[in-house]
T-cell receptor, first 110, second 120 residues
Framework: GQQVMQIPQYQHVQEGEDFTTYCNSS?????IQWYKQRPGGHPVFLIQLVKSGEVKKQKRLTFQFGEAKKNSSLHITATQTTDVGTYFC??????????FGSGTRLQVQP | GAVVSQHPSWVICKSGTSVKIECRSL??????MFWYRQFPKQSLMLMATSNEGSKATYEQGVEKDKFLINHASLTLSTLTVTSAHPEDSSFYIC????????????????FGSGTRLTVV
């Protein structure tokens, strides 16, 4: 079945440092979505990427979708303590429910 | 935007009893809902797809007789954990098929707030 791997599992940064998480799918995706889950909370939708090679920005967050539509990345510039949480990518093949990546837990040291 | 309400937020039950979790779409009709389970510090694992008016589709390894799903209306899906055991303790989250909008008119899924089940 479809698998979505995500690295790193955990990252601890100093406030102001950059952060990147990478996502790789075993199958080609129709789109990829990113979610943020705060400790004790539920996943909250951040963005969806659809086109091959697509790049989208949301303030300090930059999302990329690979040319082959099998990998993606999320980059946060100058992290803040409010960025703390687990970031999940989720692959959508267009045929069934989302397959979530393993997640990257971000800890930001003030 | 789309809102999915999930209740209860947390529940503690005795081993052997059953627990019902409700997931409601508040301002839209959800013909399809998804139920996920999440263990501490792990990812969300899809348990089943709930379709209004028909039987749910369960993922491999998920016992349909243990995790009963009912989607009797376009706004309500329920998950009942029957004869719960301590190993069923987990965070259960529903997600609606309907879509939410990001800032550039693309779409994602809406999640309920989750139910933390503890079986003692």
């Amino acid at each position: 079945g479809q698998q979505v791997m995500q690295i790193p599992q955990y990252q601890h940064v100093q406030e102001g440092e950059d952060f990147t998480t990478y996502c790789n799918s075993s199958t080609t995706l129709s789109n990829i979505q990113w979610y943020k889950q705060r400790p004790g909370g539920h996943p909250v939708f951040l963005i969806q990427l659809v086109k091959s090679g697509e790049v989208k920005k949301q303030k300090r967050l930059t999302f990329q979708f690979g040319e082959a539509k099998k990998n993606s990345s999320l980059h946060i510039t100058a992290t803040q303590t409010t960025d703390v949480g687990t970031y999940f990518c989720a692959g959508d093949t267009g045929r069934r429910a989302l397959t979530f990546g393993s997640g990257t837990r971000l800890q930001v040291q003030p | 935007g789309a809102v999915v309400s999930q209740h209860p937020s947390w529940v503690i039950c005795k081993s052997g009893t059953s627990v019902k979790i409700e997931c409601r779409s508040l301002d839209f009709q959800a013909t399809t809902m998804f139920w996920y389970r999440q263990f501490p510090k792990q990812s969300l694992m899809l348990m089943a797809t709930s379709n209004e008016g028909s039987k749910a589709t369960y993922e491999q390894g998920v016992e349909k007789d243990k995790f009963l799903i009912n989607h009797a209306s376009l706004t309500l899906s329920t998950l009942t954990v029957t004869s719960a055991h301590p190993e069923d303790s987990s965070f259960y989250i529903c997600s609606a098929r309907e879509l939410v909008r990001d800032t550039r008119a693309n779409y994602g899924y809406t999640f309920g707030s989750g139910t933390r089940l503890t079986v003692v």
